[in-house]
């Protein structure tokens, strides 16, 4: 049971996850700035989204060329590659005067969080007691997400109520990187035989055609729940201000916060309801937080965009995590880590090309239009999904790729 494992041999995992947190709260620290920053050097709200969607194209590049990087070289000397692109991604918002240096911290950060995505979770869970529990992925997805929900939530407490707005969060970011280095060097490696650097090989996601039953619908759900976590992370901000005179920036910081958080609530339940029961579920939720998002779009009602980052979260969390250990389950050994970063470079798009259409859109027909232009669209996707799915038969789509490798071996 729980209760009896020895709290000293989970210390290295819940510290590996710490600084986890502390590498992802960077990449959304500057979410409740940006409309300071708007101010200070005066650009569009086109440019916000871009500047945003600089990450996510930083992120993908990563998983691409540099994924499996960690598996050679080890899990610290990547991470802590990581830790210096976020420190330089702060360096970089410190020094902002003008809008290069937003790209680039953007950017640095896209780095950072791409070198953290695959190595922090392995590490997480090889730190653990009975590497691959449960438990040990619940942490490294818990901490994941939790970083990105804190990095808002931070950087808006700390504009609001205390000195330096656009200077102290990344202060404060800084001395958390340099005590999370310090940590790692005092964890141990898990990788037992490391090769040099010139051994790491660009990745190209793969996708076995046993695979594509399970990994459709997953895609659609990923890229989606990434879509709206896009819209909250970059424009939710500024359509609070316009619309609902919600000029506070910690108010900001939170209700982007929330959404990231209710994705650790849903993605916590996962393993009680099961697999099969959440990816539609979570696809539900999605659908459920999107209509939510339109009616506040509609009515400008600040209860309606809670309850949409709320719900939409928490589908986010039930859905990704559901495809994730599908597609991962379903995908043969040689070529799962190739077939999960197809996945993560499907949901990484989600987080940055429907964010710049809003931003087009709204230099033409304004934001709440651009908005509920995005939410029709998303809300086709994942209905698609949710229609794919209910036309499986009662079993899981691991159980249909058995099915398929068995009738390929015949």
């Known amino acids: 049971m729980d209760g009896g494992l020895d709290r000293r041999g989970w210390l290295p995992c819940y510290l590996s996850g710490a600084v986890f947190a502390v590498c992802m709260a960077g990449t959304t620290l500057p979410t409740p700035l940006y409309s300071l920053y708007q101010d200070k050097l005066g650009f569009s709200e086109l440019t916000v989204t871009v500047v945003y969607a600089v990450y996510a194209f930083g992120v993908i590049g990563v998983l691409l060329l540099a994924g499996n990087a960690s598996d050679a070289v080890g899990r610290r000397p990547v991470l802590l590659w990581g830790l210096g692109c976020a420190a330089a991604s702060a360096v970089c918002f410190l020094c902002a005067t003008a809008l290069g240096w937003l790209y680039a911290g953007r950017l640095l950060s896209g780095l950072s969080a791409g070198l953290f995505t695959g190595a922090a979770t392995a590490y997480v869970m090889e730190l653990a007691p009975g590497k691959g529990s449960p438990r040990a992925s619940f942490v490294a997805t818990a901490a994941n997400m939790g970083g990105l929900g804190c990095g808002p939530l931070l950087a808006g407490v700390l504009a609001q109520y205390a000195p330096w707005p656009l200077h102290l969060p990344f202060v404060v970011h800084l001395v958390l990187l340099a005590v999370s280095a310090v940590v790692l060097f005092r964890l141990r490696e898990t990788v037992g035989e490391r090769r040099p650097l010139s051994a790491v090989r660009p990745q ?37 201000a316009q619309f609902l005179d919600v000029d506070n920036h910690a108010v900001s910081g939170l209700i982007v916060a929330l959404a990231f958080f209710a994705s650790i609530a849903g993605q916590s339940v996962v393993g009680r309801i099961g697999e099969r029961r959440s990816l539609p579920l979570g696809c539900a939720g999605l659908l459920g937080g999107l209509a939510l998002l339109a009616a506040a779009l509609w009515w400008q009602m600040l209860p309606l965009v809670v309850l949409s980052a709320l719900l939409g979260g928490g589908g986010q969390g039930l859905a990704f995590r559901a495809a994730l250990s599908q597609v991962a389950a379903a995908s043969p050994a040689d070529r799962r880590a190739a077939v999960i970063s197809a996945l993560f470079v499907v949901a990484y798009a989600g987080i940055s090309l429907p964010v710049i259409g809003v931003g087009v859109l709204s230099g033409h027909i304004g934001l709440q239009d651009a908005g509920l232009i995005f939410i029709a669209c998303m809300a086709a996707l994942v209905i698609c999904a949710g229609a794919y799915l209910l036309r499986l038969p009662a079993e899981d789509g691991t159980s249909t790729v058995r099915r398929t490798r068995e009738q390929r071996s015949r």
């Open 204 to 240: 190209r996601p793969g996708l076995p055609p046993e695979v594509r039953a399970v990994f459709g619908p997953a895609a659609l759900a990923s890229f989606v729940g990434f879509a709206l976590f896009g819209v909250f992370t970059s424009v939710s901000p500024a359509f609070l």
